[in-house]
């Protein structure tokens, strides 16, 4: 099961921050926060992970609460292109090593 | 970042005739490659970790006599699907992951129509 819980879509306007929220109140300490994305008929594509302390990259930021329950991907400037379904996922361990499990995640649409 | 192939990237197929997928690690080797299957408008779902060298290991639910994976190569995957049917019809997905970083590199998915 996924251990994690996202809304089932948000919109955004195109040039505005796009703030996607993730709650995942049964974390264990040692577990990592990482989301993806997948734009329609493609392959997932990895955005950013964090542990506890916020992250920031090229393409997002993620903003991790202090008992990490939960979780925010802010894309700053929204394009067209962000349309996608994101996954918010926290990484399991199992057979041979971790394995990444996909919740429903969050469809965006940026309009202009 | 690394790059993860697959082949073909679609494919039609009659029914009772089997089909194999590959998918290859391109800049890196690969330890561990793992397998799903996303059905229209649903989400990825795991079908089975496969190391190099070992058996595969098969989800809850997936017959491992149906979907044959090889990992011959810490470069290759591959995943048959064997007798197919209709409703094997899907968009299938391979990952694979390095040795040391905790990441996971996704391919572009192979859609598989079964007629």
């Known amino acids: 099961d996924a251990k994690t819980t996202q809304p089932t879509s948000m919109d955004c306007a195109e040039g505005r921050a796009a703030n996607l929220p993730c709650n995942h109140s049964?974390?264990?300490?040692?577990?990592?926060v990482y989301w993806y994305r997948q734009i329609h008929s493609q392959g997932p594509q990895y955005i950013i992970h964090g542990l506890k302390n916020n992250e920031t990259n090229e393409m997002a930021s993620l903003i991790i609460t202090e008992d990490r329950k939960s979780s925010t991907l802010i894309l700053p400037h929204a394009t067209l292109r962000d349309t996608a379904v994101y996954y918010c996922i926290v990484r399991v361990e199992g057979t041979g090593g971790f394995k990444t499990i996909f919740g429903a995640g969050t469809r965006l649409f940026v309009k202009a | 970042g690394a790059v993860v192939s697959q082949h073909p990237s679609w494919v039609i197929c009659k029914s009772g005739t089997s089909v194999k997928i590959e998918c290859r690690s391109l800049?890196?080797?690969?330890?561990?490659m793992f397998w799903y299957r996303q059905f229209p408008k649903q989400s990825l779902m795991l079908m089975a970790t496969s190391n190099e060298g070992s058996k595969a290991t098969y989800e809850q639910g997936v017959e491992k006599d149906k979907f044959l994976i090889n990992h011959a190569s810490l470069t290759l995957s591959t995943l048959t699907v064997t007798s197919a049917h209709p409703e094997d019809s899907s968009f299938y997905i391979c990952s694979a992951r390095d040795w040391g970083p905790l990441e996971q590199y996704f391919g572009p998915g192979t859609r598989l129509t079964v007629t």
């Open positions: 049964t974390i264990s300490g040692n577990e990592y």
């Open positions: 800049d890196f080797q690969a330890t561990t």
